[in-house]
């Protein structure tokens, strides 16, 4: 079955250090986005990318970095720079030609971020 | 203010009970989006529309675009149903804002 894969589903990181979330998806989407959920607040955009080896900033970019370099993979890296890190990230992906505009369709299951 | 409010943001249920999770907005929109997120995290999507009605098993979701507001109804509901609900709206510009969502739980 097609899907979209994040790994891992727990991730604990110690302060000053980089982590990289993983994010697959074998369903031949072009675009592909990676949000942050907090409690009480709404999924916010943080990195999307609509073709392979290019990506846009969302919402709330600054601490955080992306790469583009296959169609099915889309790593997000959550750097020392992001002061509040503690969250449930969701990857999610979308076929433009389908839906009218580039929005997601697909969602994996997410990972939950932690500081130790 | 945020620009798609939920309501109730929790609400509990006897198996059986009809439900309705209202959603408003205060934007222009092309499109509105229902997507229910499992205990796990995971999130699925439900519904996409635009206008009128859609009803997919025991789901029911409808949308005013007048009146910028947006019901999902669950009928006979069961304790597999129970999630957090979430609205999104697609904005002006394909932007898709997201509400915080509604908790459910169905007690059997």
């Known amino acids: 079955d097609g899907g979209i894969t994040q790994s891992p589903k727990y991730l604990f990181r110690k302060e000053g250090q980089n982590v990289t979330l993983s994010c697959e998806q074998n369903l031949n989407h072009d675009a592909m986005y990676w949000y942050r959920q907090d409690p009480g607040q709404g999924l916010r955009l943080i990195y999307y990318?609509?073709?392979?080896?290019?990506?846009q900033k969302g919402d709330i970019a600054e601490g955080y970095s992306v790469s583009r370099e296959k169609k099915e993979s889309f790593p997000l890296t959550v750097t020392s720079a992001q002061k509040n890190p503690t969250a449930f990230y969701l990857c999610?992906?979308?076929?433009?030609?389908?839906?009218?505009?580039?929005?997601?369709?697909?969602f994996g299951d997410g990972t939950r971020l932690s500081i130790l | 203010k945020n620009e798609v409010e939920q309501s109730p943001q929790n609400l509990t249920a006897q198996e059986g009970e009809f439900i309705t999770i209202n959603c408003s907005y205060s934007v222009g929109i092309s499109a509105l989006h229902w997507l229910q997120q499992h205990p796990g995290g995971g999130i699925v999507s439900l519904f996409m529309l635009s206008s009128g009605k859609k009803k997919h098993g025991r789901l029911i979701a409808t949308i005013n675009i007048q009146e910028k507001h947006s019901s999902l109804h669950i009928t006979a509901s069961h304790p597999r149903d129970s999630a957090v609900y979430i609205c999104a709206v697609r904005s002006v510009g394909d932007k898709l804002i997201f509400g915080t969502g509604t908790r459910l739980q169905v007690f059997p």
């Open positions: 999610a992906s979308s076929n433009p030609l389908l839906t009218a505009g580039h929005q997601p369709q697909h």
């Open positions: 990318s609509q073709i392979v080896n290019d990506f």
